[in-house]
C-alpha cells in the first residue's frame, strides 16, 4: 500500500511539473449577492453565486461576446464548490490556452438545503401547490439569472447561448430545468445525474432499494425510526442511501397541512414532520413505509412528475426536440454502487431520448453525447467511482459546450 502512495505521490509531483512549464493567462472569480423574494423560505440560505469571467475580459469592449454556463452543484456542496474543489475556472482558461475551446462567463449557483440538496425544483405541496422547503427552480430561472444577465453583467457581452450543466445532483438538475424550461438553455450537459426515477418501478429494484435501507438502519432494528427528531442526526455519509431519499422526498413529495393530516395511522406510516408553527406541520412523504415493508407506490408516482426518464418515456418532449437542446451525458459503467445504478438509469433514458428524437426527425446522434467512462484517468487505472472521474468529465463538458 505505501508502495502505492508513494508512485501516485510522485506522478502528481511529475504531473504537476509537467504543467508549470505551460503558462497560460487566467481569468477572475467574483462573488455577488442575489436578491430573491419569497421563494426560499429558510432564512440562513446563502442566495450568492460566483461567476468567472475569462481572461483579458473588458466589460467595455463590445466587439466581444460570450456565452454563458450556469453550473449547479452535487449534493453537500454549495455554490463555491466548483471553485474550491476543481477551479473549473481556471480547467477553462487552460483549454482556451490550448486553443481546444472558446472561452466563455461561468456562474455558479447555490442549490443547498436543510437536508443538503435541494435537487433545483420547487419543492411544492402537490395537493395544494405551497411553498414547502423552498422554489429553487424558479430562484435559479426567475432571480439568478436575469439578474446575473442584466444587471451583474453588461448584457450586451453575451452572444445568446444559455448552457447548464452540472455534477450528480446538479446534473440531474441542469436536465430537469432544460425539460420545464426549454426556451432557457441550448445545450446541456450532466455528469452521473440520476436521471430515471422510473427504473424503480422495476420490483427487483424496490426489492435492493429496500435491503440497503434496511442495512444502513440496522440501529433502528432495521426500519426507519417513526419520528424525523431521531432519524436525523443519524444522516449522513454512514447512510449515504437513507440521507439521499429523505432530500428526494423533501424535493419531490413535500407536505405542508394541518397536524391532524400528519398524525393519523395511515400518514404516520410514511411521513415524516420537520417543524411545526401552531396548528400546521411541515414535512415530507416517503416512497417507502418507515417499517421498510414495501414502496408506497402513490408517492413514488408524485417523483415520477420530475423525472427525466418519465417525461421522455410517457410525456410530451416535443417542444425540447423542436428546439433542437444538445445534450451531453456521462456516467460510469463499473465502480461503486451507486455509480451502477446511476448507470442503469442514464442508459436508459439515453435509449428512449435518441428514439423521440429519431421519431421527430432528427438525426439523435446530432443531439445527444452519451460518454461512458470505463476507467478512471488516475496512475492505477481503478474503476471509475461517482466522483473519480469528474475533472476529466468537466473538460468534456466543457469541450462539448465551447468546441471550435
Given amino acids: 500500500m505505501m508502495r502505492k502512495i508513494i508512485i501516485f505521490a510522485l506522478a502528481f509531483v511529475a504531473c504537476k511539473e509537467k504543467d508549470n512549464k505551460f503558462s497560460f493567462d487566467r481569468g477572475s472569480y467574483a462573488e455577488y449577492k442575489i436578491t430573491t423574494i419569497g421563494k426560499i423560505p429558510d432564512t440562513t440560505f446563502n442566495s450568492s453565486v460566483i461567476i468567472y469571467y475569462p481572461p483579458n475580459y473588458n466589460e467595455q469592449d463590445l466587439s466581444v461576446k460570450y456565452p454563458i454556463i450556469y453550473f449547479l452543484h452535487p449534493f453537500g456542496g454549495n455554490y463555491t464548490y466548483y471553485k474550491s474543489v476543481y477551479d473549473l475556472g481556471t480547467i477553462m482558461s487552460y ?7 472558446n472561452p466563455a462567463i461561468l456562474v455558479f449557483v447555490n442549490g443547498i438545503n436543510q437536508f443538503g440538496g435541494s435537487f433545483y425544483v420547487n419543492s411544492l405541496d402537490p395537493l395544494n401547490g405551497q411553498n414547502v422547503y423552498g422554489k429553487y427552480e424558479d430562484y435559479i430561472i426567475e432571480e439568478i439569472i436575469p439578474q446575473v444577465e442584466n444587471v451583474i453583467l453588461n448584457k450586451d457581452k453575451l452572444n445568446g447561448q444559455r448552457y447548464v450543466a452540472g455534477y450528480s445532483m446538479g446534473g440531474y438538475g441542469s436536465v430537469w430545468l432544460s425539460i420545464s424550461n426549454p426556451d432557457k438553455f441550448n445545450m446541456v450537459g450532466s455528469i452521473s445525474g440520476p436521471l430515471g426515477f422510473l427504473a424503480f418501478s422495476q420490483p427487483e429494484a424496490q426489492s435492493a432499494v429496500l435491503n440497503i435501507l434496511k442495512q444502513e438502519n440496522a440501529d433502528f432494528n432495521n426500519q426507519l425510526p417513526p419520528s424525523f427528531a431521531s432519524l436525523a442526526p443519524t444522516l449522513g455519509p454512514e447512510k449515504s442511501l437513507t440521507t439521499f431519499v429523505v432530500a428526494l422526498s423533501a424535493a419531490f413529495s413535500p407536505k405542508i397541512d394541518n397536524c391532524s393530516n400528519f398524525l393519523d395511522p395511515d400518514s404516520a406510516k410514511y411521513i415524516y414532520i420537520t417543524a411545526q408553527s401552531g396548528s400546521t406541520c411541515v414535512g415530507f412523504r416517503l416512497p417507502v413505509y418507515k417499517d421498510l415493508s414495501g414502496v408506497n407506490t402513490n408517492v413514488l408516482g408524485l417523483w415520477y412528475s420530475k423525472d427525466p426518464l418519465t417525461f421522455f418515456t410517457l410525456g410530451d418532449p416535443s417542444e425540447v426536440i423542436n428546439r433542437g437542446i444538445k445534450y451531453y451525458i456521462s456516467t460510469g459503467n463499473k465502480g461503486d454502487m451507486l455509480e451502477t445504478v446511476i ?55 466543457l469541450r462539448f459546450f465551447l468546441r471550435k
Fill in 95 to 101: 483549454l482556451v490556452a490550448k486553443d481546444e475551446i
Fill in 343 to 397: 448507470f442503469g438509469m442514464d442508459s436508459a433514458l439515453v435509449e428512449v431520448m435518441k428514439q423521440k428524437y429519431s421519431n421527430n426527425g432528427k438525426n439523435p446522434d446530432d443531439y445527444i453525447w452519451y460518454n461512458v467512462v470505463t476507467g478512471s484517468t488516475d496512475p492505477f487505472k481503478f474503476n471509475p467511482t461517482h466522483n473519480q472521474y469528474v475533472y476529466q468529465e468537466l473538460a468534456n463538458v
